[in-house]
């Protein structure tokens, strides 16, 4: 399971990154590829725990998540010990908690199920459902005129070229809604249509992708170009930004 090293691999970084204090922030990755028949048939420690809403295209799918309440610092040390392997029944209407302890999921499960759900029902190849805390990209979220899709991904854009070509779809937002509940799940999901990464106002940010480096690495991005305005803007000044013929010569180059 080379997978879960490269999972503590990236806990490890949100908890550098000051991006996950306490319990902050939650990961589930669809590990059924990677998986052996043996490891999929695994006899569960806990069978038939039912979900609100079912997820139906992901029957029989296995999912590492991290557990409830657990620190992202530990996970990196300790991915099994702070998260569990759950399966999807064969219904989609419950899991099974498989290994190794019966570590209740993160309250953020059955939001992370219905993302993956629609994005593998939209034909999307997603493994990952990354959410995280980043000090910078959340204070941005506290300025009533950023809070707007277009607004603030040319913003972002602007201040490196690298963000413009790591995060090609821009970013979504999602106006506050109270953490774990469905309704901030189906709110993210009308953005997912667009987007792989969404702000969550006043709260933190969710990416989603095919491999959870590129997951962090989209949202490391995003945080830098807002360091480096918050720098330019702790200094005394507006920073020029990059203009928009420099943004689309970039669109250009790399084919985005
Ligand atoms: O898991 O970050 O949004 C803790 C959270 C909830
Ligand atoms: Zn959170």
Redesign the pocket.
Known sequence: MAEIGRIAEVAGYLWEKGWAER????ISVNLTDTLTPGELAMEPVQAGIALQEPAGELKGDVFYV?G?GKRMRYVAQAPFANGALIRIAGDGASYDILAEKPIPP???LPSHLLMHNYLRASGRQTKVVL???PTDLIGLTHCRPYLDSDKLTRLLWSMIPECRIIVPKGIGIVPYEI??TLALAHATIRQLSRHDVVFWEK??ILAVGEDIIDCFDAIDTLSKSAQIFFSARAAGYEPEGMNDRQLDDLADAFQL
């Open positions: 319990n902050g922030g939650n991290t409830t993160t309250s953020e959410h995280t805390h953490p774990g709260h933190g």
